[in-house]
């Protein structure tokens, strides 16, 4: 941010910046609405094994209907969550809201598949944030062996220590943990030593440029020797076409997401395409 001094500047602090400032103020309000009045939602998008094509887990991603403005993209909201501390409201949703909904899978008679959650660099930097998921697994039952968080690379980077702490707790609970966006932020191989993680997951800007750029495709098939090399898993993002998936057979990659083979779900929509019913 630039420190605005001048009067000459203060003219275009005004008109630009209040408006910012009013946008925030207001989807502050429509926030705090869609958490009370059951706006949000779990899509969820299936995760697949390289070799036996077989559906391993689901990512929860949360999708908002506006009554008045729409479909409101989590990339431009949970920025702004973020930043006015209404992410661990909506954090703290989407946890419980995945855990009661694989509860009603297993109700249903659905094989239990592993879901995976977002977590926000912000709410895993509160102290409380495994007492929170620690409430939550007890309240719905969940099983934490198909409890998995997805954490992005930059949010382990700050208060490393105290997040390492907080990630070994939840491991010990039973939680596994992911590297979302690998690739994409300080990218310092030597904290994977030090995390106790269970996946890496290779950003999609890596996955979609392989076929066309030779560097990608390097990138990626480094990404996944260094990842098994620390026993980690790899999923790889974004996997749009046939020919990518080839390449990440060809590389060893353990599974993949993406629209080549289905795009998040409503829970009608996966219950009805991709879920199977236990046999006995
Ligand atoms: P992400 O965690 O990296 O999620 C992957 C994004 O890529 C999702 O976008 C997904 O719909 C999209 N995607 C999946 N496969 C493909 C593909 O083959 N091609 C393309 N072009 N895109 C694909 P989405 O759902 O819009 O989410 C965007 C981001 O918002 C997520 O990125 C994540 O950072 C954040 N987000 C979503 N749900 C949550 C949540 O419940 N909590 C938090 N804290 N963040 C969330
Ligand atoms: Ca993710
Ligand atoms: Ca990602
Ligand atoms: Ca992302």
């Given at each position: 941010y630039c420190k605005i001094n001048g009067r000459n500047s203060s003219f275009f602090y005004s008109s630009k910046m209040d408006k910012i400032y009013n946008d925030m103020l207001l989807i502050e309000v429509d926030i705090r609405k869609a958490l009370q009045n059951n706006e949000f939602k779990l899509f969820y998008q299936p995760q697949i094994?390289?070799?036996?094509?077989?559906?391993i887990g689901l990512e929860a991603l949360i999708r908002w209907n506006h009554p008045l403005k729409g479909a409101i993209p989590p990339s431009t909201f949970i920025p702004l969550a973020e930043e006015s501390g209404l992410i661990t409201q909506i954090g703290e949703w989407v946890i419980r809201e995945a855990c009661q909904q694989f509860m009603i899978w297993r109700v249903k008679g659905y094989q239990p598949l592993r879901i995976a959650v977002n977590v926000s660099a912000i709410e895993l930097q509160r102290f409380d944030f495994a007492d929170k998921v620690a409430i939550i697994i007890n309240e719905t039952e969940m099983d934490p062996a198909y409890l998995e968080f997805e954490i992005t690379e930059n949010s382990v980077m700050q208060n490393t220590e105290d997040c390492i702490k907080t990630m070994n707790t939840l491991r010990k609970m039973g939680i596994s943990l992911s590297i979302d966006?690998?690739?994409?932020?300080?990218?310092?191989?030597?904290y994977l030593k030090k995390f106790p993680i269970n996946y890496l997951k290779i950003d999609q800007s890596f996955i979609r440029s392989a076929l066309t750029e030779a560097s990608s495709a390097e990138i990626v098939k480094a990404m996944i020797q260094l990842a098994h090399n620390f026993d980690l898993k790899v999923v790889a993002e974004g996997v749009e076409e046939a020919n990518i998936l080839s390449l990440l057979r060809d590389h060893h990659c353990d599974y993949y997401q993406g629209?080549?083979?289905?795009?998040?779900?409503p829970i009608e929509q996966l219950e009805t395409t991709v879920l199977c019913k236990t046999t006995n």
């Amino acid at each position: 941010y630039c420190k605005i001094n001048g009067r000459n500047s203060s003219f275009f602090y005004s008109s630009k910046m209040d408006k910012i400032y009013n946008d925030m103020l207001l989807i502050e309000v429509d926030i705090r609405k869609a958490l009370q009045n059951n706006e949000f939602k779990l899509f969820y998008q299936p995760q697949i094994d390289v070799l036996s094509e077989k559906v391993i887990g689901l990512e929860a991603l949360i999708r908002w209907n506006h009554p008045l403005k729409g479909a409101i993209p989590p990339s431009t909201f949970i920025p702004l969550a973020e930043e006015s501390g209404l992410i661990t409201q909506i954090g703290e949703w989407v946890i419980r809201e995945a855990c009661q909904q694989f509860m009603i899978w297993r109700v249903k008679g659905y094989q239990p598949l592993r879901i995976a959650v977002n977590v926000s660099a912000i709410e895993l930097q509160r102290f409380d944030f495994a007492d929170k998921v620690a409430i939550i697994i007890n309240e719905t039952e969940m099983d934490p062996a198909y409890l998995e968080f997805e954490i992005t690379e930059n949010s382990v980077m700050q208060n490393t220590e105290d997040c390492i702490k907080t990630m070994n707790t939840l491991r010990k609970m039973g939680i596994s943990l992911s590297i979302d966006d690998f690739g994409t932020g300080y990218s310092s191989f030597g904290y994977l030593k030090k995390f106790p993680i269970n996946y890496l997951k290779i950003d999609q800007s890596f996955i979609r440029s392989a076929l066309t750029e030779a560097s990608s495709a390097e990138i990626v098939k480094a990404m996944i020797q260094l990842a098994h090399n620390f026993d980690l898993k790899v999923v790889a993002e974004g996997v749009e076409e046939a020919n990518i998936l080839s390449l990440l057979r060809d590389h060893h990659c353990d599974y993949y997401q993406g629209y080549f083979y289905s795009k998040p779900l409503p829970i009608e929509q996966l219950e009805t395409t991709v879920l199977c019913k236990t046999t006995n």
